[in-house]
């Protein structure tokens, strides 16, 4: 199925360069909190990294007979600072799209009949709302000046559900199984 209406095909595109911004941010600060000696934030950040790369899939493939140049606008984060203000960043962008954003895009795309697009704004809502609280431990831990304490993360290559220690048999919000999980490990 391909997207039939305008406006949904508009957030898949503005999802698409949030996410894909988000990745490479990630990536950034992952690198950033490894110098500042704080590797499980690190880590935290690229398993997250990972799960945007997922989003950044997802809509681009809704998306696949939408052929051509587009111009993107799409919610951006910036800052390179301490680790503990690039955290405040990504909580900010998380909460950005769990109260904002994917809320309004979801129910665009049911209202248009856009299954595809219904779909991967769904994976993306469920999984920044873990994303937003797993920041938000790792902001606690710097505020104090210390790494956070993390065992392995988990996390889903198709909806991007991030899990840390115990992974269940399957994923609650795809059902993809866990074999299929990528594991962060220290
Ligand atoms: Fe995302
Ligand atoms: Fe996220
Ligand atoms: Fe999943």
């Known amino acids: ?72 606008t799409a919610g951006a984060v910036f800052g390179a600072g301490k680790t503990v203000d690039n955290l405040q960043g990504a909580i900010d962008g998380e909460l950005h799209e769990v109260e904002q954003m994917y809320p309004v895009y979801l129910n665009a795309a049911r209202f248009q009949n856009e299954k595809d697009a219904e779909r991967a704004f769904h994976f993306a809502l469920e999984a920044e709302k873990i994303h937003a609280r797993l920041f938000k431990e790792a902001q606690d831990a710097a505020k104090q000046g210390k790494d956070m304490e993390l065992g392995t993360v988990y996390v889903c290559p198709i909806c991007g559900y991030t899990v840390k220690d115990n992974l269940p048999d399957a994923c609650p919000v795809c059902s993809a199984k866990k074999e299929m999980f990528k594991q962060f490990t220290a």
């Not at 095909?9 to 000696?37: C, P, Q, T, V």
């Open 1 to 72: 199925m391909s997207v039939q209406n305008a406006m949904t095909a508009d957030f898949l595109r503005s999802a698409y360069g949030g996410e894909s911004m988000a990745h490479m941010r990630y990536l950034i600060w992952a690198d950033m909190a490894d110098k500042e000696s704080m590797p499980n934030i690190g880590r935290l950040f690229r398993a997250i990294a990972y799960a945007e790369q997922a989003h950044a899939t997802n809509h681009f493939k809704a998306l696949k007979d939408q052929v051509g140049d587009s111009t993107v």
